[in-house]
């Protein structure tokens, strides 16, 4: 069983007896009836999606997924195709089916990317936890702004907007964390 606090962005789980793929995390909210996550998922067997809200206490049954190791061959436009390790098929996901994954990878990546299947049907990816960007836009930095505790949005090389500390600028490679799009910290390797 899964409790509301260990959804992530790519997890699978039943809600009112179907199957949903979390693709965004839309944020939490506190109040007297406690903390409710705000989610957007992807019904597997339809394929409509939907906003929904779980309280914390909340258990769901968690849907199994097939899984296969792929590297992303390309993108054409909203289309990403990938390259099945082992036969070498073309699988093609919309950027739709990813979700906010599909702001974190790029061909140019040699990161392990994982696709999901259920009953057959491929419905999304599993990235790893952290990975390196480049950013390529954004004001420029603060000097001295080291704490990390204001935020500015920096354009990534992948197209997407995230929050980076003041101190961060132009071409800097940053870490970001593929559950919530946050910034995790400068990256140590030198592109």
């Known amino acids: 069983m899964l409790q509301t606090n260990e959804i992530r962005v790519g997890t699978a789980f039943m809600y009112e007896g179907s199957p949903f793929i979390v693709q965004r995390m839309l944020g939490q909210k506190s109040g007297r009836a406690g903390r409710v996550s705000q989610l957007r998922v992807k019904n597997i067997v339809t394929g409509g999606t939907q906003d929904l809200g779980l309280d914390a206490g909340e258990k769901f049954e968690e849907v199994e997924l097939e899984e296969k190791a792929v590297n992303l061959s390309y993108i054409d436009g909203d289309d990403f195709h990938f390259l099945d390790q082992e036969t070498y098929d073309d699988i093609l996901l919309t950027k739709e089916d990813l979700g906010d994954n599909a702001g974190y990878i790029s061909p140019d990546d040699?990161?392990?990317?994982?696709?999901?299947?259920?009953?057959?049907?491929a419905v999304g990816v599993e990235l790893p936890i952290n990975?390196?960007?480049?950013?390529?836009?954004?004001e420029p930095g603060i000097k001295g702004d080291t704490s990390g505790k204001s935020t500015k949005p920096a354009t990534l090389d992948t197209g997407i907007e995230v929050k980076v500390p003041l101190f961060c600028n132009t071409d800097d490679r940053i870490v970001i964390d593929t559950r919530d799009g946050s910034f995790v910290e400068r990256a140590k390797d030198k592109k």
């Open 131 to 138: 990975i390196t960007r480049t950013i390529t836009y954004c």
């Open 110 to 121: 040699d990161y392990p990317i994982t696709i999901t299947y259920y009953n057959g049907k």
